[in-house]
């Protein structure tokens, strides 16, 4: 008997021993990152017959350019991905003026600049928009797209998960530049100045001149990229598959830290999920629901908190406040400094995209197709639309356009300033207007 429990501590000694040393061969076998100076499958090519990009003159029927002065250059609106405009406060939602189906669903939602709407589909059409009216201006074909593309002064960045990523004449969608990559590219491109970042599948990030697609520098990660870079001052911040947040430096690829992540004692963390930045902090959530904010100057862990279920969208982050939602239905407010949870909305459906915010308003989309308009300070629910699937859109300063299901709509808001002269006309000319409180509920003949 005695020889027989000896033998059973020792065999579970041999195993807890194991298990350590397992545990610290992985630890030291995670890849560190490194510059990429071979750039083994990439190729390029230019058209030969482009010319430089220039916005021409308004034509009748061309796009209409209206007054908004902020563009929405790329997935997050900023180049910290925020997908926040604090300083837009248009109001709720009114009605829609136009509506355009494209025939294959939306995951990310689109990017605007002077009066042209870009938005891409999983169907793999990349296409612009008159904002005005939603006529088609042009349209490319390739490979899918769960992707938004990005503006760069007259030029438009689109990455495909063919491993294309494609330079356009963003007014007349003229090819000028196309990088063949040997994977996969999710990734939206953000773009600062004359260079272009994106990250691929096989764990490279990129840094790419815009004018001609020459690459600046690789950096790979050791990990399966398909998040988007986050940009703040001198740095980017990507998260990867492998459970790891890497800080480059953006003029060279130097790393300035990089972190790994567990979601327990012995798994590392994955991430879909880009970061998102205020400058001080990034955020980010993985794949496994466990919410993450870390010092952007060393990479710290600051706090920690969880949605239940899996956790897949970018945070939004407006007014000191951080937005996730996950699987469980829920979206969460934190408070950016410390992680307390300031409220929390059940919306019976999961949330796979991003939120947005405008102004007082945080907007979010379910699975379950419906789309909401919660207030920031409190998650109140003001108003909704029986449509969903995936990040509900963006904002500008005259509209809201939202891309759901395959759907593109725009809407004027309550406080649209083109709405609010109507109103004034009207009331000289002896009309009464009133304004309807508490939440609102549209419905949509689909």
């Known amino acids: 008997m005695r020889r027989r429990i000896l033998l059973i501590v020792a065999v579970f000694v041999l195993l807890v021993f194991g298990a350590a040393a397992a545990f610290i061969i992985r630890s030291l076998d995670r890849p560190t990152g490194r510059i990429d100076t071979e750039l083994k499958g990439v190729s390029a090519s230019v058209a030969t017959n482009a010319a430089v990009p220039t916005q021409p003159r308004k034509k009748k029927g061309s796009y209409h350019i209206v007054d908004d002065k902020s563009c929405w250059n790329n997935f997050g609106a900023d ?39 870009y938005v891409n ?34 030029r438009l960045l689109v990455s495909s998960d063919d491993g294309d990523v494609t330079a356009y004449n963003r007014f007349n969608g003229q090819l000028l530049w196309r990088l063949k990559l040997r994977d996969r590219v999710e990734s939206s491109p953000v773009a600062i100045g004359r ?157 796979l995209g991003g939120s947005f915010v405008a102004g007082n308003l945080v907007f979010t989309s379910t699975l379950e197709e419906h789309t909401y308009a919660m207030r920031v300070s409190d998650g109140k629910i003001l108003w909704q639309i029986p449509m969903g699937k995936y990040s509900p859109g963006i904002v500008t300063e005259r509209h809201y356009f939202f891309t759901l299901n395959g759907i593109v709509m725009a809407w004027h808001a309550r406080r649209s300033p083109q709405i609010l002269a109507s109103r004034r006309n009207a009331k000289h000319a002896g009309a009464k207007k009133s304004s309807p409180h508490g939440a609102v509920t549209t419905t949509l003949k689909r």
Do not use: M
Not at 223 to 229: D, K
Not at 317 to 337: K, M, T
């Open 79 to 117: 180049p910290q991905r925020t997908l926040a405009r604090p300083g837009i406060d248009i109001g709720l939602p009114l009605e829609h003026f136009w509506v355009v189906g494209l025939g294959s669903y939306i995951e990310y939602p689109p990017s605007y600049c002077s009066g042209i709407l």
């Open 121 to 154: 589909t999983f169907g793999g059409r990349t296409v612009a928009l008159n904002a005005h009216n939603g006529h088609l201006i042009w349209q490319r074909f390739g490979g899918r797209k769960p992707s938004t593309p990005a503006i760069a002064g007259p």
């Open 195 to 351: 260079v272009v970042y994106f990250g691929a599948a096989d764990g490279r990030l990129f840094a790419v001149y815009v004018r001609t697609g020459r690459v600046k520098w690789a950096y790979d990660t050791g990990g399966r990229v398909n998040s988007s870079p986050s940009v703040f001052g001198n740095r980017i911040f990507i998260t990867t598959y492998a459970g790891s947040i890497f800080c480059l430096r953006t003029s060279d690829g130097h790393k300035i830290w990089s972190t790994y992540l567990k979601r327990d004692p012995v798994q590392y963390d994955s991430f879909y999920a880009s970061a998102s930045t205020d400058g001080r902090r990034i955020f980010t959530i993985s794949r496994s629901g466990k919410i993450y904010a870390l010092s952007a100057s060393t990479g710290r862990v600051i706090w920690t908190s969880h949605v239940g279920g899996y956790g897949y969208s970018t945070p939004a982050i407006s007014q000191g406040r951080v937005f996730i939602g996950g699987f469980d239905g829920g979206l969460r407010a934190f408070r950016a400094a410390d992680g307390k949870v300031l409220w929390r909305r059940e919306l019976r459906g999961r949330i």
